[in-house]
């Protein structure tokens, strides 16, 4: 057994691995870039290594660090988690060159699955079913358009090195193929430095049934069932489960057989995950295998009771799996959500900055007995941060993993819902809320699952801003006074002297803002010390503050004890019911004059990243939703169109410059 490895990760991941190797007594050794020298994951391990500055280029990719780091420090071994050097093949060649045990799959399997071409030309001979499509070597565009004109429209263009649901473009109509072409090869040169694309059939309604397969050096090789991650944004995935609802068990079998022989054709050892997209008939098309351990992994060990990195190290060190297939069962069904600091109002951009405030529903430790049964319930979260801790433009922004188990999918949803509701998250905008109606309605519930699921129900899941209730506004009232109390020294909230006296009442008004709108209250003092009635239009209800103890209150509200934890960051309060996060902007009009609003009309960089194109010239006249620029951040697009119609005045940037995020872009004057 290896007794000491490198993890070549961070967040997450390389905490998750080092777990697994701590129980096992492996020594680990952590590296980490100048952004993340007190990040986690180094504490999680027992040795530490510094590689370079914060950009990966210059720290977690360098794969000649990280071996030498390796050899300085003893270990044999390296587990390199997923993303970063995980699917490059000359890395995991150099680990072999030096004498170290990459813990993956040999470097030729990485390298024939590597492109997603290359690897269709190999399954194609395996016998493994293939989406209708071109993936040749050709690369011309009007040859790849008569290829799309051929297979017949909607189509979807691949970068043969993407993955992570980058590079990927949907072409409508036979017009729009050479912009969609040129946009595809820009992402895919700056995210893989390859911008060779195949072309193929895109499906309507399809699912994405992965299968988990393991291979050892003995000739062995299983598969441990599938995970449905049908459910997308932008093609990357947001929610994973296991079992795949309404999977039977012959497909369940066929598809297996079909991923072990995708496995065997290249020769492949360690964890790997072979992708398929599905039909809503069980019709299934091979479409790409990742040659490492998948984020979501943590579903398949719930349901089979196994550590898959248990499995991984077993396999590296050269023992043979530790079961065989017949000896593999499904227990219960996992979910998984995908915590991510982003903003899925503003078209899921990733948001950056501290979280000043992380709490979480506490983990129910899971273990399956030999009956395979469990507890009703588990909670896992996987996670690379802690509160105080920044999510930096660097790196991916997820925030956690958050899994759950229950005896059946029924139950997996609840345990998830109530999950979901008890996480308190501060400093940055979250996917939570987004994550709650996801996981709450009917279409998921109901297992209706195929990749445009998030798309089709966009109205439910974006609802239009509702006035906050009742309830919500009463916390924030109460977390007003009780912070001007505390800061007139005075015990007692309700002898503030803020507001004004009339018939020889005391009086005033207190303003809240969100999306919804200004709510306003007017406030009545009892005069008695014991509250106050709180007016909301033509209604008044008995206000009452019973306890507050570090943010956590307790109020009377007509005679209802309720509670709820309020957290204040600058001008506004957020009120965790143990339901939902719900943020009140409080109006002082005592304070400072407030944030200005006029930031809608400004074209501003929504984070920090680097202009790719510029579209508009200067003076031009455009439409509303003209596209006028395009920046490049966290390795994606986004594209910056015109507010209104209107005029470009100047452009401030050229294509190549950073920009800091709220950097004004151009000038832009509105018709
Ligand atoms: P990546 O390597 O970037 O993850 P994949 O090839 O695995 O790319 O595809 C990612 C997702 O894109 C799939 O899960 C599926 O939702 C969607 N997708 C891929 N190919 C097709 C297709 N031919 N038709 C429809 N959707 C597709």
């Known amino acids: 057994m290896l007794n000491k490895i490198l993890i070549a990760n961070r967040g997450e991941i390389a905490c998750r691995v080092a777990a697994t190797a701590r129980r096992m007594g492996i020594a680990t050794v952590a590296v980490y870039s100048d952004a993340d020298a007190r990040a986690k994951h ?6 530490s290594v510094r590689l ?3 950009p990966a280029k210059e720290s977690y990719l360098c794969g000649d660090k990280i071996i030498a780091a390796a050899l300085a420090t003893g270990a044999q071994g390296i587990h ?3 993303g970063f050097l995980s699917e490059n093949a000359g890395f995991a060649q150099a680990c072999a060159d030096a004498g170290l045990v990459f813990i993956g799959p040999p470097a030729s399997a990485i390298h024939a699955m590597g492109s997603k071409s290359a690897a269709k030309a190999l399954m194609e001979k395996a016998a493994v079913p293939l989406v209708p499509g071109y993936h040749g070597e050709r690369q011309e565009s009007d040859f790849l358009r008569g290829e799309a004109d051929r297979i017949g429209y909607p189509v979807l263009l691949k970068a043969s090195a993407g993955g992570g649901g980058k590079g990927m473009r949907v072409v409508e109509r036979s017009e729009d193929f050479e912009a969609a072409l040129a946009s595809c090869k820009r992402e895919a040169i700056s995210s893989f430095g390859d911008d060779r694309v195949l072309v193929e059939k895109y499906l309507t309604r399809p699912r994405h049934i992965e299968i988990q397969v393991f291979a ?3 000739g062995n090789c299983v598969y441990l069932f599938e995970r449905d991650c049908s459910v997308q944004r932008r093609h990357q995935k947001v ?5 795949a609802p309404g999977m039977s068990a012959e497909r369940r079998a066929a598809m297996g057989e079909a991923a072990v022989a995708a496995a065997r054709a290249v020769g492949y050892v360690g964890a790997g995950t072979v992708e398929f997209i599905a039909n809503q008939d069980g019709s299934f098309y091979f479409m790409e295998m990742n040659t490492r351990l998948q984020v979501e992994h943590p579903v398949t060990e719930m349901i089979t009771g196994q550590d898959l990195v248990e499995w991984q190290l077993r396999v590296a060190s050269g023992e043979a799996l530790p079961l065989r297939q ?4 499904i227990a219960g069904h996992a979910i998984e959500a995908r915590i991510y600091a982003e903003n899925p109002e503003k078209g899921f951009l990733p948001s950056i900055g501290t979280l000043a405030r992380m709490r979480t529903a506490s983990a129910v430790e899971f273990r399956l007995n030999e009956a395979g049964a469990s507890q009703a319930a588990a909670v896992r979260i996987d996670s690379g941060v802690r509160e105080g801790d920044a999510i930096s433009p660097f790196y991916d922004p997820m925030i956690a993993k958050l899994i759950v188990w229950g005896a059946n999918r029924d139950a997996a949803l609840r345990n998830m819902a109530r999950a979901l509701a008890q996480y308190q998250i501060v400093g940055l905008a979250t996917n939570i809320g987004f994550l709650q109606r996801l996981v709450t309605g009917a279409a998921f519930s109901q297992a209706e699952l195929d990749t445009g699921l998030i798309e089709r129900h966009h109205d439910a899941l974006f609802p239009a801003p509702a006035a906050p209730p009742m309830e919500i506004l009463a916390f924030a009232a109460a977390a007003v006074l ?9 015990a007692d909230p309700w002898s503030s002297t803020h507001g004004w006296r009339m018939n020889g009442k005391l009086l005033r008004t207190l303003e809240f803002a969100d999306d919804a709108g200004a709510s306003t209250l007017q406030m009545e003092y009892a005069g008695n010390g014991s509250g106050c009635t709180l007016s909301s239009g033509a209604q008044s209800h008995a206000l009452r503050i019973e306890s507050v103890r570090d943010g956590a209150f307790s109020i009377t509200l007509d005679g209802r004890l309720l509670r709820a934890d309020v957290v204040r960051e600058g001008d506004w309060l957020h ?6 996060q719900r943020s009140l902007r409080h109006v002082d009009p005592m304070a400072h004059a407030g944030h200005s609003e006029a930031e809608g009309g400004r074209l501003t960089a929504p984070m920090p990243g680097k202009i790719v194109a510029v579209l508009a010239q200067k003076g031009s006249s455009v439409g509303k939703g003209a596209p006028l620029l395009i920046m490049e951040a966290m390795k994606m697009e986004h594209t910056i169109a015109a507010p209104a119609d209107g005029t470009v005045e100047d452009l401030l940037y050229a294509v190549g410059d950073q920009v800091a995020e709220g950097a004004q872009l151009l000038e832009f004057k509105a018709a």
Not at 42 to 47: I, K, R
Not at 326 to 329: F, K, P, Q, V
Not at 482 to 490: D, F, P, R
């Open 42 to 47: 180094v504490q999680a391990c027992d040795e």
């Open 52 to 54: 370079g500055p914060a």
């Open 80 to 82: 390199p988690g997923y």
């Open 216 to 218: 050892d050096t003995h």
């Open 239 to 243: 929610l994973e489960e296991a079992p």
């Open 326 to 329: 017949d000896a593999l069962r």
């Open 482 to 490: 009780t912070e001007e109390s505390t800061a007139g020294n005075s």
């Open 575 to 580: 009120v965790f019911d143990g339901r939902a």
